[in-house]
């Protein structure tokens, strides 16, 4: 159940990726600086291989554990490391989803104003006219 819910938050995450990127090549099509962001892309992208990488071990994990369980090792002992091990790695795949997590929003944030880089404000010189009056005495 912990598994599916770590497989669900990173596609999550990695759809958000997603439309970012696309944000990005919209943003960068119409002139404006993206390094930043895609710098930031970069990191998120990488936490979450991370995160992936670490929920396979904590598949590895659980199996190990059923493993163990199955051996002549006393229950007390299997249930203590079987748990340390496992909080262990589940901990290290949520650090992973948090800090892409932060990727992603410090990206949304060096994008933020950028929507319409070419859109030149047009501005209208406000034109003074002297008027002069003569008084004729």
Request: proline letters at 0%; aromatic letters at 2%.
């Amino acid at each position: 159940k912990l598994v599916r819910r770590f497989e669900a938050t990173i596609t999550r995450e990695e759809s958000i990726m997603n439309r970012i990127i696309s944000r990005i090549e919209k943003v960068k099509s119409a002139g404006g600086n993206t390094t930043t962001a895609e710098k930031h892309i970069e990191e998120a992208r990488n936490h979450f291989m991370m995160a992936k990488t670490a929920l396979t071990s904590f598949k590895n994990s659980t199996t190990s554990a059923q493993v163990l369980a199955e051996s002549n090792i006393s229950t007390s002992t299997i249930i203590k490391t079987g748990l340390a091990r496992l909080k262990e790695v589940a901990g290290n795949v949520e650090k992973h989803i948090r800090n892409g997590h932060k990727s992603l929003t410090e990206a949304l944030k060096s994008l933020r104003g950028m929507s319409g880089v070419n859109n030149t404000a047009t501005s209208t010189q406000a034109t003074t006219t002297a008027t002069t009056t003569s008084q004729s005495n």
